[in-house]
């Protein structure tokens, strides 16, 4: 079963290419540039309308959206260990989406210094943003992972989301969120990915 990878070293392709490197199974890459010969291009444009990246291309099959390739993953090889049994599969799914809608619609707000009146909160996916952080700092509070002990796709996801958040100030430097991005980014595939994308962005550099 064929696997093709497309992405750029500066995008939330970043996401799946761990997520590969979790699974451990053989993937091709295909590294786009941003415009219109690559990302925006004819030919990737046939593959995801929407001209973004991540997107991912098994056999005939093709998905996008990072959380979404990241669960499909771990139930496409399963001898990878990146889903829980039944006990833990609320929380997966429960907190891998929340990162993608709630959490996501949060931080952009904040960056963007969109201001959500208090009486339309309920019109909006996240209510408000110190909501939204006070429910994912809850979660993590008293857990090693998303799903306890066990780490699964929705640490990918929810690890990414926490540690850019971080990175880029749009979450706060809480004890929770900084303890537990530390576990994450430890991880060997996840250093894996940050060496390749290192490569690759030097040699774009160099091209230029």
Request: net charge neutral; charged share 20%.
């Amino acid at each position: 079963m064929a696997l093709e990878f497309y992405t750029n070293p500066l995008s939330r392709g970043l996401i799946v290419h761990w997520m590969l490197e979790e699974v451990g199974e053989p993937y091709q890459t295909t590294w786009l540039a941003w415009g219109p010969t690559g990302h925006k291009s004819p030919e990737y444009l046939n593959i995801n309308p929407m001209g973004k990246v991540p997107a991912l291309r098994h056999d005939e099959h093709i998905i996008t959206e990072a959380a979404a390739i990241c669960l499909y993953l771990a139930d496409a090889f399963p001898s990878a260990k990146l889903k829980p049994g039944p006990e833990g599969l609320a929380d997966y799914y429960r907190w891998t989406l929340f990162c993608a809608g709630p959490v996501e619609q949060a931080t952009t707000a904040k960056s963007m210094g969109w201001e959500v009146p208090a009486e339309r909160r309920g019109m909006v996916g996240f209510g408000s943003y110190d909501e939204t952080v006070s429910a994912l700092e809850g979660m993590l509070k008293h857990r090693d992972y998303v799903c306890g002990k066990q780490f699964t796709a929705a640490d990918v996801y929810v690890g990414s989301t926490v540690g850019w958040g971080l990175s880029v100030k749009t979450l706060p430097a809480l004890p929770a969120f900084e303890a537990y991005s530390k576990r994450v980014v430890a991880r060997p595939a996840y250093q894996r990915v940050q060496q390749i994308s290192a490569a690759k962005m030097a040699e774009l550099k160099a091209a230029r």
